[in-house]
């Protein structure tokens, strides 16, 4: 679809890096999709290094930060997608919903509760990475597309490293683990379904240029209740890898804000 | 964590699946709008709901759980087959996870075991609960009509959806008890094959594809078609029929209190069981407790046996010795046929008020 409205001659110069004509309104959303990305990828750049710091292990210390770079990398590919469609990405790792992710993840630490701190990073927030991208990677332009869908299997690896190591975790105390899941839920899953509920029960996100985002997804053929849906379920299929009763999961999930 | 049995269903209207959601969101928390809870019950994928523990009068209990597909309940119509296919498989997969000896396909979900189709992993046995569900419409039909004053034998009972597994079973056992019986199906070529086997075995019968061709005789009907939602009218019945609906979801749609209509294939476990989370009164949506689809209680009368086998299986392989078994089964464990009702309530008095029409 090619849509042409008063900045013409600006649409020009970037259909060429995307292949596809953004209309003012596309160009918007993308850009406030992207600034949740680049924030979404630091938290995670800020999480692994913190459980770098975590680790006695020279093995488990380079695998951590190695981790952290490869968030700080897809950030960075975030931003360049943003540049290709003519528009700066913004990113503020201590905007409200995400500053109470990090502080969820900071007080796991704080307390040693490396298998907590896994849980958040990725369990939780991987799942909704993994989910959201890919959805994202079905309906955007190509170059587009293609960034999201690379990005979201680097980030399916890491769900999928987290659950062989954390099926291991719950198998030699099942009950600590899941009441470990239970409490973070709570409070991570909580502050997620709220960032994808229909509105912004909390008021606003502190990234959106303008007002709320979630109105005009549709403009670029997303909505929030797909990709709340598409990460709920990411999450409970991974919840499900590592052993959790699936009766449990579908009643904390049945519990999350809409 | 393994358990004797699993129920693999679906819920039938939004108005249940609001009601399951609510429940396990807990009294605290506000019900989520209908509007949203359309958007996010088609990404739920299948797991167990809640946990059942059966009792029998013969001493013996039996562990299970209530596994849903989280089929949309305006998703069941062919469009979208495929999608639904995967939501059974997906569920027969967690049953097997969850180590359950049989599983019970209840609803849609038995498509899967009736349509031969394979794909159905073999640690677990599987059934469609078709027997169960037979032989209690068969039962319900029986005590409708003795309530009515009226016997099988000069009744004229027309089944609609007649070569459907449950459909033919109920054929096929009533056949040669009736009057008379009418036959309609959309396939007319597995309509004309049944209509012969049943008056080679000496039955009186007529067959056709439309309704309307034979309500005006009936006097007992039968709805055991796979329908998306309740569409049959059956205004042109006489004053004095009686309807059993066993259709899940319903098939008939009701207007006026004219036809009596009864909800066919329930039963009544006199034990009792009991779910957690407690969802009695949630899943069990009839004014009585511990009633449940036919289909769901064969896979708890086969866990109650021990029996982990595929007792209902294929389509129209449903034979009256096969019904009578599961009968004598369900006895043994004291599961009854539940009370003629429907979703106004008992429906009792309604039949025998039929006494002074016919």
Not at chain 1, 57 to 80: C, G, I, V
Not at chain 1, 229 to 243: F, K, V
Not at chain 2, 115 to 141: H, S
Not at chain 2, 298 to 320: H, K, Q, V
């Amino acid at each position: 679809v090619r849509l042409i409205d008063s900045q013409e001659a600006y649409m020009e110069t970037q259909a060429c890096c995307t292949d596809t004509v953004l209309s003012f309104q596309q160009q918007s959303v993308w850009a406030d999709v992207f600034a949740q990305a680049v924030t979404g990828e630091l938290i995670g750049a800020m999480n692994y290094r913190t459980l770098a710091e975590m680790c006695d292990l020279a093995s488990e210390k380079a695998e951590a930060s190695e981790h952290a770079e490869r968030e700080e990398a897809h950030a960075q590919m975030f931003r360049r997608l943003g540049e290709r469609i003519g528009t700066q990405v913004r990113s503020d790792v201590d905007a409200p919903y995400w500053s109470r992710i990090r502080a969820a993840f900071v007080r796991c630490a704080t307390r040693g509760d490396r298998t907590g701190c896994f849980v958040i990073q990725e369990v939780m927030l991987e799942s909704f990475a993994v989910a959201s991208y890919g959805r994202i990677a079905r309906i955007a332009p190509p170059a587009i597309a293609t960034t999201f869908a690379a990005i979201a299997a680097e980030e399916h690896e890491h769900v999928e490293h987290a659950v062989a190591l954390l099926r291991g975790i719950r198998e030699r105390d099942t009950d600590a683990f899941d009441t470990t899941v239970k409490t973070l839920h709570a409070e991570v899953m909580t502050t997620l379904a709220e960032m994808v509920a229909s509105e912004d029960p909390k008021g606003h996100c502190g990234l959106c240029s303008g007002t709320c985002v979630k109105e005009a997804l549709p403009a670029v053929g997303l909505c929030t209740s797909e990709l709340r849906g598409a990460s709920l379920r990411q999450y409970m299929q991974t919840l499900d890898a590592i052993g959790v009763p699936g009766d449990a999961s579908l009643q904390w999930v049945a519990q999350l804000p809409v | 964590m393994s358990v004797d049995f699993a129920l693999i269903g679906h819920l039938e209207d939004w108005d249940a699946a609001a009601s399951v959601v609510s429940a396990l969101r807990g009294r605290e928390l506000p019900p989520i709008p209908a509007d949203e809870l359309r958007t996010i019950v088609p990404w739920l994928p299948p797991r167990t709901v809640c946990r059942v523990l059966v009792h029998s009068v013969a001493g013996v209990e039996a562990r299970g759980i209530y596994i849903d597909t989280f089929i949309p309940p305006d998703r069941l119509d062919t469009r979208f087959l495929h999608e639904n296919l995967g939501r059974v498989r997906d569920a027969a997969q967690y049953a097997v996870k969850e180590g359950a000896g049989v599983a019970t396909l209840g609803g849609f979900t038995s498509i899967l075991l009736e349509g031969k189709l394979d794909g159905l992993p073999e640690a677990t046995q599987f059934t469609t609960g078709n027997t169960m569900t037979v032989a209690l419409i068969v039962r319900g039909i029986e005590r409708a009509l003795s309530i009515a004053g009226r016997s099988l034998e000069e009744s004229t009972v027309l089944i609609i959806g007649a070569t459907g597994d449950v459909g033919s079973g109920c054929a096929r056992h009533l056949a040669l008890r009736t009057r008379r019986m009418l036959l309609c199906a959309r396939n007319a070529g597995r309509l004309a094959a049944l209509h012969n086997e049943l008056r080679s075995a000496g039955a009186i019968t007529t067959a056709s594809t439309v309704v309307d061709d034979l309500a005006d005789e009936a006097d007992v009907v039968i709805c055991a078609a796979s329908l998306g939602a309740p569409t049959l009218h059956l205004e042109s019945l006489p004053a004095h029929a009686i309807v059993c609906d066993a259709g899940y979801p319903k098939n008939v749609l009701r207007r006026s209190g004219r036809p009596v209509i009864f909800f066919g294939g329930l039963g009544r476990v006199s034990k009792g069981f009991r779910m957690w989370p407690d969802l009695e009164g949630v899943l069990n949506r009839h004014p009585y407790p511990h009633v449940a689809q036919g289909c769901l209680l064969e896979g708890m009368i086969l866990g109650l046996e021990r029996r982990f086998e595929s007792f209902s299986r294929g389509r129209g392989a449903i034979t009256p010795e096969r019904v009578d078994e599961m009968w004598a089964m369900a006895q043994r464990h004291g599961i009854e046929l539940a009370p003629l009702h429907n979703a106004a309530g008992c429906i009792e008095d309604e039949i025998a008020a039929l006494k002074r029409i016919a």
